[in-house]
Structures are given as C-alpha cells and as structure tokens.
C-alpha cells in the first residue's frame, strides 16, 4: 500500500462544473495535509493546506479533511480552462518525525473541456 | 520575498560527469528540502536541513549524492559520476517550521546523455 494514494485521472470535466479530487493517507497520525498544483514542465505551486476535520474554502478551492476515514479531497468550483494540471497530494506525515518533509501522491491530472 | 530560487534551470550531462545544483530557499525559512521528480511521478524527498545541520537523508540518495548547506543559507546538491537514471526534475522547497507550507522553486531538469 502506498503511503499517499490519488488516482492519475485524467479526470476530465465540462467548464463551469465541479472537479473533485481524491486522496488518502496510510498514516492515522498525520497531522498537516497540502494540495500543490502543478502545470505540465512547471514545479508545484502550492493552493490550499488544511490541518484540521471538516473543510475549507479559498475562493474557488475547498480542502476538506477526513481522519477518521484518512482521506483529503480537494473541490474546485466553477472549474476553468486554466485549472487543467496536475494535482499533488501531499500529507506531513507523523512518522516523519520533526523533518516536516512531505510523502506525495503521484497526482491526478484534470482536463477542464471548453 | 522573492521564493525560493534554484539554479541552474537545465542541465544536460553526458553520463559519467559530475554535476552540481544550487538552492536559494526564502529568507526567512531555517528548513530546506531537495526532492526528485521523474514523469507522472510525485516528488519524492531527498533530503533535509534545519539551517545548516543535514538531519535526514533518503535511502533514494546513494552515496553517489551528496547536499550542503553552509551557513544555513543557500544550499547545493552534487550528483557524481551521473547515469542516465539520474535524469529528472531536482526539486528545492523551503518552510518556516514543522508543518508548515513548503514553497518549491522552479526546479532543475536535469538530462543525462
């Protein structure tokens, strides 16, 4: 079992509708979870982090985190063109110790159709 | 703040040279993190300094690489005698602390030859 899951997609989705992406975690103890976007041939840009259950809304973006069921999904409203990318997931994880280094995800990719 | 910043953007080697990559994380951040990226792949963690003290290092990272980071400020990454398994993106990222939002740089495409 990999320590961060996501499906690679491509999750595809009409302009204007909601995506929503998946992930989950093996580690129960983990406590800070992150979500980086990443456009083809460009370095992660980070979009939304989120620490605690429940969720959490950016303007377009909403984190929301379960521990209980160790999964973390990202919604993106009102989905553009300009959103299509790879999406990073990425958990701090408590086996990690004190280093705050991130396990990631292999990403999913999204296709916003015109 | 300027971000972090790595040099140099491309690097094309031919198998068997020595290369070197420099990162130069946010001001501020006193924790620095190089990871590896190949193709539909995540990044995976290299290695980590709090300042300039290496505290962690991959079992990715053979013998063959080796990370500094003097003064706790910039930091470099060397990767001698490459393969052509060493071609990938070379990730930097810097925090603040524990937990706290990793910022990446642009990233060094490195291609071995």
């Known amino acids: 079992q990999k320590e961060v899951e996501q499906n690679s997609g491509p999750l595809s989705v009409p302009e204007g509708a909601i995506a929503s992406l998946n992930c989950t975690y093996s580690d129960r103890g983990s406590q800070s979870f992150f979500w980086y976007r990443q456009y083809s041939g460009k370095s992660p840009e980070l979009i939304m982090f989120i620490y605690s259950n429940g969720d959490k809304e950016d303007g377009r973006f909403t984190a929301q985190l379960n521990k209980a069921s160790q999964y973390v999904s990202l919604l993106i409203r009102d989905s553009q063109p300009s959103d299509s990318a790879t999406y990073l997931c990425?958990?701090?994880?408590f086996g990690s110790g004190n280093t705050g280094k991130l396990i990631f995800g292999q990403g999913t990719t999204l296709q916003v159709k015109p | 703040d300027t971000g972090v910043s790595q040099n140099p953007r491309h690097k094309i080697t031919k198998r068997g040279q020595n290369v070197t990559f420099r990162c130069d994380p946010i001001s501020e951040h006193n924790r620095l993190y190089w990871y590896r990226q190949t193709l539909g792949q995540g990044p995976e963690f290299l290695t980590y300094?709090?300042?300039?003290?290496?505290?962690?290092k991959s079992r990715l990272l053979s013998d063959r690489f080796s990370a500094e980071r003097p003064k706790g400020s910039f930091s470099t990454l060397e990767i001698q005698r490459t393969e052509q398994g060493d071609s990938a993106m070379y990730l930097c990222?810097?925090?603040?602390?524990?937990?706290?939002?990793?910022?990446f740089g642009q990233g060094t495409r490195l291609t071995v030859v």
């Open positions: 300094f709090q300042n300039e003290a290496q505290l962690e």
């Open positions: 990222a810097s925090s603040l602390e524990q937990g706290a939002r990793a910022f």
């Open positions: 990425a958990v701090n994880m």
